[in-house]
Structures are given as structure tokens and as C-alpha cells.
């Protein structure tokens, strides 16, 4: 994957949780999983392919992302 500007990187971010994210009480489960899984797989390919904010996210949680 080609490395995005950071301004598409926190739109692309934005577009995954949505309003939804902010504004529900409750996310249904399901719905949770999709957004957690499209973020994780966001960050961790734009952390590959050298987008600085995703390596930077990726180092906060040591346990989700692993260097390889």
C-alpha cells in the first residue's frame, strides 16, 4: 500500500468510526469489530509503508502492533 498524506490518513481514520463512534451510546458488537479491524488494518498498512502519524499510533499500542 502506498504511503498516504497524513491529511487523508486522519480523514480515512475519520471515515472508519464516523459520527457513530462519538455521538451512540451503544455500538452494536458487529459493528464495533468492522471499525476495530478496518482501523487496526488502516494503521498497520500505512505504518508499513512509512506514514509517520501511523508508525507513531502503532507505537502506542505495543500490543496490537508488532514490529516486524
Known sequence: MQQMPETQFVQAIAKILGDEFFLSDMIW?????????????LIARQANAGNR????????CPITFTKQ
Open 29 to 41: 458488537q458487529e459493528e464495533l469489530t468492522v471499525m476495530q479491524d478496518d482501523l487496526a488494518t
Open 53 to 60: 502519524l501511523a508508525m507513531r499510533m502503532a507505537d502506542c
